[in-house]
Each structure stands twice: as structure tokens, then as C-alpha cells.
């Protein structure tokens, strides 16, 4: 809760924006509000944004933790997702249960290779984790490009989009958050990325395998020292990373549409860096800020719709103020900075001595 | 306290303040002209704060400072330099890829841009001030090819040049062999033989005792009181830093009577970066083996080498606790009963930015005492800590802060707490004492003879002679990755060792 000043302080700024740009700032919250929670399904397609937020905040902070910085999560979702879609198109005729566990064991292991790709080479080559997860972004996206202009393109639609896959492979029969919010897209993912979270919550407190690969993250050497293999553990936390990414890809297309569409992420992966950083890695805060991430989200094209001047640009900046404001708090609390009401005031001790 | 119109410096009332905390509270002493003035007291204890006032690098918040009975107050060194003012600084401020003349010529203030930068008469000069002061100088080697001592040399050279009549020394021996110490002390008799006034920051006794007229103690950033050096030995000097009695009791040296081997390192040979390494000795049970050399001289593998010596392309043979060191796992020597006091705490034994108690179990983080039902039992860990914490007197007491908000002697402290917790048959420390104050320098030393005593092997890796001197039964000196010598307790000779570790052959 340390971040929330800074939020209020962020929207505050954001507010201000609004109104020197002629709109009452007030409009602008009221439709904010209404639009992620106004209807049911206004509140579904904000959950179903929150879902895929939360896998990616989570991969995004997984690597973190460990010192590496993944910006590759949007294209390890991208590449797990067209796997899926190509695995369920080439054998569609397994049945039930085994269908779905092997479509999120592919999925699974797709965001794997794309974590594990990364991890090797910055483990046994050297290469910076940024510069190849950001190369893996082009290369997965120019894979599925290939597959559904060439492979799997829907006949019936004019969009780039595959067929939908069968039905076997997708949870919606049996999906009751679904069901209680009706024509929305949220679905049982939302619950597993709840419970993910609170997994990685519990991983990085409560097992020595995840205080390892802090101390990795924390300080390399020492935990060389403490014979804690970082080149092992590099690989480990950007394949976890990858799995983790892999659930945004599994929203989608095994909980939702069960079809990949070419842009059905609205850059989920780069949005997860701002969740994990605005949440300082914690997994717990991650759930918290995936889901003011997709209220502004969410309300961004309404604003575009309904105001003259918030156009879908100008509700980045908005977005951005927040997390502005998020960051500061962060870094007074870090350094020690006292500013006003942002902080907890310290108390002034004079008595104190070396 | 004492205020003498003859003095040359006269600190009166000076106060500092950083943040809430007074690096320095109402310090009034005074420096006389032409004497050797040593400032002593512990890490933190304000020393290096005063003399950054006086020098300018920090003003002070409250107080004055006279110079020959003029009130100054100086806002940065070059202020400082126009009362001729000069300090010789722990990290030097030399450019490396110039030659020792090229650097002393560097710093003349009344250097012309469009001047000729040679100039014959100026060179001279130099060479003259260095030959008054017995300064021994290769003037055209580059000087990052030096060695700290003559590195050092050219440092309070370019003070000298610039006709300094008062020189500060902050921490000058911390970075010099025992040999090279000697050399520096004559020197500075010489300069005060000159007519120089010189200002000696440290914290070892003895270099004050042999050369210092006046002593300054301080504590806790406030002034314990100002003696003539004859007034105080060794011990009192100490419990005045300290505050509180020091014992200086040298362990007893009867031998252990057992004398099973607990690691064994037999003829092991390998190479890393172009190095070529022969590490061959035993460590006895009962036994204290100190390891000297030069810095940078191999013992920086000596640990990672026995913790891991897998990682290693090695020929030879290491026996830890009478295993061969083939057959242990991937998480190494860390399995059997090892303790390791890292040579660097903060770089190598801890994570600074996380809690003192999950420092506590790094390097042990797989021990089935931290769990219970299969996860980690953060409860129980935080008592065992605290009861180390108790044990080990670390203030300030709490295990909640993190790891950096400690200072270095408890940070040292908690690494100790934490390798000694489990009880291990092995000790290796290396430099265990470094940049730790007296307090912990005592519990430190005591631990290690304790462990000694219960027939513990120690191996204790130090660039500090005097550390090695007073505990060790053996000490092999290591240079160029290689063990040279061996000199038993009944024979050590302090110069002897100094020479070995420079590579004299006798």
C-alpha cells in the first residue's frame, strides 16, 4: 500500500492534464468508472485485460527478481499462443480431457522455449537478455504472421485470424465466471492467474529455491559463493518467465476466443513491465496494479469515443501520469525522502550519533 | 580543552552533522607546528570527518577552525592549498597511464595552458625536493606500473612540491607490506625533521606509538582528550577508542595433541586467466594456519577453489574432512562442515539490500533446520538470528534492518554469526578484520581461538602481519599463486615473512 499515494498524486497530475486541456476532470472519472464497471460485461472485459496483466506482470517480475530484465514477455504470450493454435488445427481429433492438458502443456512449453532461448545465451554466451528477448518479440511475431497468412487463415473472415479451434480444447463449456458474467470474455484464467500469484507469492517467501534466485538477482557473487550456480539459475528464472508469459497467450485463445488473431494483445507483455514495476515485484501487489492497469485500459476507447479531446493517445498520458506517480512514491521511500504528505514523516532525532 | 596560542591549528567547538546523525559534536583540540600529530579512534568514529573539515572537502555546521590564529574557513581543498594545507588521500589521486614525473608535474597551479609543460628548471626542482626528502622515485615509469608504496611516494611528493608546511595522511599503511610501512615511517620522521607539521589518520596503535609526538582519540564522533604520546601505551590508547578495558592476551600455543588432517590439498596445480597456481599444505585440527602475501597474489582463489574446486581444471588432489572433493555434489564443500568468513562481506558473503535474518541463512539455505512441513519457517528463523544476534553482541540489535544499514564491524559480526552457527570443522577466514573496529576485532580474534581451541582447523588468509603474527601456529606465505615458505611459530620473524612475501630469496 506504500505505492498509493503516489497513485492518488499520479491521477491527480493526470486530472490536472485533463482539465488544462479543456475537459472537466471529473467527466473523465465518472466515464473511467463507468466503463470498466458500468455493465457486466464492461466489468468481464476489464477482468479478461486484468487475467493476461497478471501472467505478464508476474513473468515480468519473476526475471526481475532474478536481475534480468525481460521485455520479451509479449513475444514468449505471442509465441505460446500460436503454438496452441497450431496444435489444436493439426490434430483435432483428441478428445476431452487429454486435449486440454496437452494444448497447456504445449502452450506451456512454447513459453518456455522462448524464455529458455534468451537464458541460455545470456548464461553460456553472454549475450544481454534485453537485446535477444527484444529480437524474440520480432521473431515470434513474424511466425505467427507466416502461419495464419500461409497456414491457418479463417476462410469465413476477412481479418487475419485462424479457424476456432475445437471445442475440446477450450474451457468454455464448463466455465462458470463466464457464465455469471454473461457475453464477457473473462474466464477461468482469472482464477488460475489469482492463484499463480499467490504460487509465485509463496515460492519466492517460502522456498529455498526461490530465495536462491533472489540472492542471484540480490547479489551474483555472493551467491556463487554460497554455491548457488547463477548461470543455472539465469536459465531457470527467464524459462519460468516464459511459462509465466504463456498464460496471457492461454487467456486468450484457450479461455477466450479460442482463434489467434493477429493483435489480440494490446502489447500485454510491455504493459507488464510498467504492472511489475509499479508494484515493486511483489506478486500479491502485481494482482492490485493489473487491475488498475485495466481499468484505464479499458477505459481508454471509451474516453476516445465519448470526449472531444481524450483521444485513445491522450489517455496514454493519463496512464502514464499514474505511473509517474507510482515511481516517485518509490523512489522516496527508497532514498529516504521527505516530501510533505507523500511520506511517512520520520522523526527528527538530533540526539543521535555515529 | 586546551587552547594554545602557539598552535598552528586550532579546532574550536567544530561540529558536522549528516542527517540526524553528528559525524563530529564539539571538538576543540589543538595541532602544534612542527610535531606528528596522530588522530585515532575506530571506524566511524569522526577521524576522517575533521580532517575532511580542515581540508575543505566538508564545512563544518558549527565551530571554527584558526590557522597560525587566523580564523578561516575553507569551502573547498583549493582554499585549504592556499594555506598550504596538503593531504595525501586511501585512494590515490594519480593518473595511471602518466610517468611519477609526468604526475608530479601535473599538479602546479600556476600551470599556463599555453606554456611549455617540460620545463627544464621545473623538473629540477622536483627532483631536488625529492632528493632533500630521501624520496627514491623511477621518474619515467608509467604508474600504474608501481607498487602502491612508490605509487604513494609520488603522492606526498606532489604535496611537497607544492611547498605544503601541513601534510594529513588519512589511513596511509593499510595499503603497504610491512616492509614498505617501515619505509613510510622514516619518512614521515624525515618530513617532520624538515620542519613539516604532519597529520597521521589510522587506527594501528603501533605506527603511532614509534613515531607520533600527540595523540588525538576520538569516539563516537566526540573527542576522548589530546596526550603527548610518551603519556599512553598501547593498551590505554585502545580502551580509550574502545571506552571500555581491551584485554590484549595472546592466545596460549601448546600444541593440540591431535594432529589429523581436516583438509588436504596435495599438489594442486591449475590455471585461470593465464596464472599458474600450486597450492599444496595441510590444515591440522588445533591448528591456527595463517596464509600471508601480498595482496592479489593467488589467495583471492584459495576460497572458491576449496568451496568448488569442481568448477576448477585441476591436477592434484583436495581432501575436505577426509572426502575426496570429486565426490561432492553440486552444491560443493557447502555440504560438509565448512564455515567461510569472506575476504569481501559485501560483495561475496551477503545480499545488502535484504533483511539481516534472510542474510542468515545464505549459503545454508538448503539446512533442513530452516523448514518445517517443506517450506522455510521464517519464524524460526528470525529466533535462531536473534539468539546469534545476543551471542555476538551486534548493535544494533535488530534483525528486521537491512543487511547495509549495519556497520562494517557488525556486518562483519552477523557474516561470523552466521558461519559459526552450524558448528563447522573447518574455519577459513579470510581477512576477517578488515575495515572493523576494535570491539570486533576482539570477539572476532576470540571466535577463532575458541574454534582453535575445541580442535577446530582455522585457516586464516590476512594481508595484516600483525593479525597473523599473534594467532597463527604456522604461517606459508603465498606469491604469484604459489606457497613459498613455511615458518612455524618458534621461528617467526616478522621481516623475514615481509621479505618472503615480496619475493626476496635469501
Known amino acids: ?354 | 580543552m586546551e587552547t594554545n596560542s602557539n598552535a598552528e591549528i586550532q579546532f574550536l567547538n567544530i561540529g558536522k552533522r549528516f542527517g540526524n546523525v553528528w559525524a563530529n559534536r564539539d571538538i576543540s583540540f589543538s595541532i602544534h607546528r612542527n610535531t606528528i600529530h596522530a588522530i585515532i579512534g575506530e571506524n566511524g568514529a569522526g577521524k576522517s570527518t575533521i580532517m575532511k573539515i580542515l581540508f575543505g572537502i566538508y564545512t563544518a555546521d558549527a565551530g571554527a577552525i584558526k590557522v597560525n590564529s587566523e580564523d578561516v574557513r575553507f569551502s573547498s581543498p583549493i582554499d585549504a592549498m592556499k594555506f598550504k594545507i596538503g593531504m595525501v588521500h586511501q585512494h590515490f589521486m594519480l593518473s595511471p597511464a602518466h610517468t611519477a614525473l609526468e604526475n608530479v608535474l601535473l599538479v602546479d597551479p600556476k600551470q599556463n595552458a599555453f606554456e611549455l609543460y617540460f620545463k627544464k628548471e621545473k623538473i629540477e626542482k622536483i627532483k631536488a625536493t625529492a632528493k632533500l626528502y630521501k624520496f627514491d622515485i623511477p621518474w619515467d615509469t608509467p604508474v600504474k606500473d608501481l607498487g602502491v608504496g612508490v605509487q604513494q611516494k609520488i603522492e606526498i611528493l606532489k604535496l611537497l612540491c607544492l611547498d605544503n608546511q601541513i601534510l594529513i595522511f588519512d589511513e596511509p599503511t593499510a595499503v603497504l607490506t610491512p616492509h614498505e610501512i617501515d619505509e613510510l615511517l622514516n619518512q614521515l620522521l624525515e618530513l617532520k625533521k624538515q620542519g613539516k607539521t604532519v597529520i597521521l589518520i589510522t587506527h594501528k596503535l603501533k605506527e603511532v606509538k614509534r613515531i607520533a609526538d600527540t595523540i588525538t582519540i576520538f569516539r563516537k564522533g566526540q573527542l576522548v582528550g589530546t596526550y603527548p604520546a610518551t603519556e599512553l601505551d598501547e593498551k590505554e590508547m585502545a580502551s580509550k577508542m574502545v571506552g571500555k578495558p581491551v584485554s590484549f592476551e595472546k592466545r596460549s600455543f601448546e600444541k593440540y595433541p591431535d594432529p589429523s588432517v581436516v583438509l588436504d590439498l596435495e599438489n594442486v596445480k591449475f590455471t585461470e586467466n593465464n596464472k599458474e597456481y600450486l597450492l599444496n599444505f595441510k590444515l591440522h585440527r588445533g591448528e591456527i594456519l595463517g596464509i600471508a602475501g601480498i595482496e592479489g597474489h593467488g589467495q583471492e582463489k584459495l576460497i572458491p577453489f576449496i568451496l568448488n574446486s569442481k568448477r576448477f581444471n585441476y591436477s592434484g588432489k583436495i581432501t575436505i574432512l577426509d572426502k575426496d572433493a570429486k565426490s561432492l555434489g553440486p552444491y560443493g564443500a557447502r555440504d560438509l562442515a565448512i564455515g567461510v568468513f569472506p575476504e569481501d562481506r559485501l560483495r561475496l558473503g551477503v545480499l545488502p539490500d535484504l533483511k539481516a535474518f534472510q542474510n542468515f541463512i545464505l549459503g545454508y539455505q538448503r539446512k533442513p533446520k530452516w523448514f518445517s512441513k517443506g517450506t522455510l519457517d521464517w519464524k524460526k528463523i528470525k529466533n535462531l538470528t536473534q539468539s546469534m544476534f545476543d551471542k555476538f553482541k551486534v548493535e544494533p540489535n535488530n534483525i528486521n534492518l537491512d543487511f547495509n544499514a549495519f556497520s562494517g564491524g557488525n556486518q562483519q559480526k552477523i557474516v561470523v554469526a552466521r558461519e559459526l552457527f552450524h558448528d563447522p570443522e573447518i574455519i577459513i577466514a579470510a581477512h576477517p578484520t578488515r575495515g572493523v573496529d576494535i570491539g570486533a576485532i576482539e570477539l572476532i580474534h576470540e571466535q577463532l581461538i575458541i574454534a582453535q581451541e575445541k580442535g577446530k582447523g582455522v585457516l586464516l588468509i590476512s594481508s595484516e602481519l600483525d593479525e597473523l603474527l599473534k594467532l597463527s601456529d604456522r604461517i606459508l606465505v603465498i606469491r604469484n599463486g604459489k606457497i613459498i615458505g613455511e615458518h612455524i611459530r618458534s621461528g617467526f620473524s616478522e621481516k623475514e615473512i615481509g621479505r618472503c612475501m615480496l619475493g626476496v630469496v635469501l
Open chain 1, 1 to 354: 500500500m506504500k505505492s498509493f499515494f503516489g497513485f492518488l498524486f499520479g491521477l491527480a497530475c493526470a486530472l490536472m492534464i485533463i482539465f488544462f486541456a479543456g475537459e472537466n476532470p471529473l467527466h473523465i472519472l465518472e466515464i473511467l468508472v463507468r466503463s470498466s464497471f458500468g455493465s457486466k460485461y464492461d466489468f468481464g472485459l476489464t477482468l479478461f485485460y486484468m487475467t493476461s496483466l497478471i501472467f505478464t506482470g508476474l513473468s515480468v517480475s519473476t526475471a526481475f527478481k532474478s536481475g534480468l530484465f525481460n521485455i520479451g514477455a509479449e513475444g514468449q504470450l505471442n509465441f505460446s499462443a500460436i503454438s496452441m493454435v497450431v496444435f489444436a488445427t493439426t490434430y483435432p481429433g483428441v478428445t476431452f480431457p487429454g486435449s486440454l492438458l496437452l494444448i497447456l502443456l504445449v502452450g506451456i512449453l512454447a513459453g518456455a522455449i522462448w524464455g529458455a532461448i534468451p537464458g541460455l545465451l545470456k548464461a553460456y554466451r553472454g549475450s544481454h537478455e534485453v537485446i535477444v528477448t527484444m529480437m524474440l518479440n520480432f521473431v515470434s511475431a513474424g511466425i505467427s504472421s507466416y502461419f495464419i497468412s500461409h497456414q491457418l487463415q479463417n476462410p469465413d473472415s476477412q481479418n487475419p485470424e485462424s479457424a476456432v479451434i475445437a471445442d475440446a480444447f477450450r474451457t468454455n463449456s464448463f466455465d462458470f465466471l463466464n457464465k455469471l458474467l454473461p457475453e464477457s470474455p473473462v474466464n477461468v484464467f482469472f482464477i488460475v492467474a489469482i492463484l499463480t500469484a499467490i504460487t509465485m507469492y509463496f515460492f519466492f517467501t517460502k522456498s529455498a529455491l526461490g530465495f536462491e534466485m533472489i540472492a542471484v538477482g540480490e547479489n551474483p557473487a555472493a551467491a556463487e559463493r554460497a554455491s548457488i550456480s547463477s548461470k543455472k539459475f539465469v536459465v531457470l528464472s527467464l524459462v519460468l518467465s516464459g511459462v509465466l508469459a504463456s498464460g496471457a497467450g492461454m487467456n486468450e485463445v484457450i479461455g477466450y476466443s479460442g482463434q489467434y488473431k493477429i493483435g489480440f494483445s494490446p502489447e500485454f507483455g510491455f504493459m507488464g513491465i510498467a504492472v511489475a514495476l509499479m508494484s515493486n515485484n511483489h506478486p500479491i501487489g502485481i494482482v492490485a496494479n493489473a487491475f488498475i492497469m485495466s481499468v484505464f485500459h479499458k477505459g481508454a476507447s471509451d474516453l476516445d469515443i465519448e470526449t472531444e479531446t481524450i483521444t485513445k493517445d491522450f489517455s496514454k498520458i493519463i496512464q502514464a501520469m499514474v505511473l509517474f506517480g507510482v515511481g516517485l512514491q518509490y523512489y522516496l521511500n527508497k532514498y529516504g525522502v521527505n516530501i510533505g504528505w507523500l511520506n511517512k514523516r520520520k522523526k527528527f532525532n538530533q540526539s543521535g550519533s555515529v
